[in-house]
């Protein structure tokens, strides 16, 4: 082996400067022999070239004239760790020696330290550690347990990495609710077309149709349906579009009331027969409109569906709610979850992970939502329940800080918004200020993964999915 560079300068056994000398790039992995430990793994945090060109010097060059230029490149090093004799990550205790030689670590050796691997048991194959040929994998146990959390800008690739993880999941089997405002992955039912891409990362097209199952108001497999007797006057007037919405609680807590005396489920047309009865005014005939637009929904009926009737074990019940108003989707979220939660705290349901797309409108930081409250709760005690979250975003900074930091692993695409990227710099262990500004020029595609799996945050290319992508962007122009 050949050495990229040598140790030199103040050094400590966690972050040690290098010159360089062979080829070598930001992000790039290296090993170390310690005097002590032997050989350890570190990673090129940043690396810079200082030179004698000054200013006067390079106008001497525009104009042509031959200048001596001295150039030399040095890197901070950030350490990794190696693995002792009983497989654990340690440091080593006492600091480098200077003059050490530096070397371009292999990807047998950057995957043992590591610890990655794919066909392991129980882990979900996301992709390749970025510019290697090493398969990242992630603990479906510790997504479960520990909940995770996929972020990016609009446009960045969230839902298609949400969809790899998904696949990944229904390959063990594991029970999964999506909550999926957009309508995006039904299309998981397809297989994708094939792509030299695909032959690379070792996947190939394939169907899970046999595993989704679709709940929709305008039909998919199973109807959408919650029980409207459930729903009580605050949640219903919280949904209507209405001026001075307090003014009608009255009319349509009598017009509700009477009703549940008479039949312990009803619809709505009972309910505007009863406030037909008691009053014709413009409140009314106010409500009415209202409660006619609800019924057109399809959403609350008579009787709704059963938990046991949405959770089926090993398959992924997709929460389809396109074409649902904001509020009614919250509203939506809010019971199911709710629901969800209860039964699994029963153990009327199998251990699940529920995926919330968007999920800065169903938990956000500021301003309230049906779903807040349930859904930080499900953050913080889901786990003791075997109920896992996958929370996924655009706006980091929007997500209730409850709910996010509570996500043990997350994976980060492209996100360039300020106070997006300040968020993620709170809420992530060990991103060190190099990886947080590289986070802004991910090619699509390349994802930042952190993990208490993980001794460090990594860069993964995703793999191709096998299936579908139904969150396509659409072309206007061909």
């Given amino acids: 082996m050949e050495p990229i560079g040598i140790l030199y300068g103040d050094l400590s056994p966690t972050v040690v400067n290098c010159s360089i000398s062979g080829k070598i790039r930001q992000g790039d992995y290296v090993k170390i022999k310690h005097q002590e430990v032997g050989w350890v793994l570190a990673k090129v945090d940043s690396i810079e070239a200082k030179t004698n060109l000054s200013i006067e010097k390079s106008y001497q060059v525009m104009e042509g004239n031959s200048v001596d230029i001295q150039q030399s490149i040095s890197s901070k090093l950030v350490v990794i760790g190696y693995r002792d004799e009983r497989n654990l990550m340690q440091f080593p205790r006492t600091p480098f020696m200077a003059g050490t ?82 309508g995006e992955y039904a299309a998981m039912g397809n297989k994708a077309s094939p792509s030299r891409e695909m032959t690379r990362f070792g996947v190939e097209p394939r169907s899970y149709k046999d ?73 009314s005939q106010a409500l009415e409109k209202e ?97 896992g979250l996958l929370v996924v975003s655009q706006r980091p900074a929007k997500i209730d800080k409850n709910v996010l930091s509570q996500c043990g692993t997350q994976i980060i695409l492209k996100v360039t918004n300020p106070n997006d990227l300040k968020a993620i710099g709170n809420s992530v262990e060990g991103l060190t200020t190099t990886s947080l500004d590289e986070i802004q020029r991910l090619p699509i595609g390349v994802a930042l993964a952190a993990s208490p799996e993980l001794p460090i945050p990594l860069f993964v290319e995703v793999r191709p999915r096998e299936t579908d992508d139904g969150g396509k962007n659409v072309r206007v122009v061909r």
């Fill in 101 to 182: 030689p530096v070397y371009q670590a292999e990807d047998d050796f950057i995957g043992s330290v590591l610890n990655l691997g794919r066909n392991k048991r129980g882990r979900a194959y996301i992709g390749l550690v970025y510019g290697h040929n090493i398969p990242f994998t992630i603990d479906i146990n510790s997504m479960v347990q520990k909940h995770i959390s996929v972020l990016a800008k609009t446009g960045g690739g969230k839902s298609y990495l949400t969809g790899v993880i998904v696949e990944e999941l229904m390959k063990n089997d594991v029970t999964v609710v999506i909550l999926d405002p957009h």
């Fill in 211 to 283: 595993k989704i199952i679709v709940f929709s108001a305008d039909g998919g497999d199973v109807p959408l349906r919650f029980t409207l007797s459930q729903i009580n006057v605050k949640e219903l007037i919280s949904i209507m579009n209405l001026s001075d919405s307090r003014t009608y609680v009255v009319p349509l807590r009598k017009a509700v009331d009477a009703v549940r005396l008479s039949m312990p489920e009803y619809t709505f047309d009972d309910i505007i027969t009863e406030l037909k009865k008691q009053d014709d005014s413009s409140l």
């Fill in 291 to 387: 409660l006619r637009y609800l019924k057109s929904l399809k959403i609350f009926d008579k009787r709704g569906l059963r938990i046991d009737e949405i959770v089926k074990n090993g398959k992924v019940s997709i929460i389809e709610m396109k074409g649902l108003p904001p509020d009614v989707q919250e509203l939506v979220v809010q019971r199911l979850v709710y629901s969800l939660f209860e039964s699994r705290k029963k153990e009327k349901i199998p251990p699940l992970l529920m995926v919330v797309e968007e999920a800065h409108n169903f938990a956000p930081q500021q301003g309230k939502a049906f779903s807040s409250k349930i859904m930080r709760t499900v953050a913080s005690e889901g786990r003791k329940f075997g109920f």
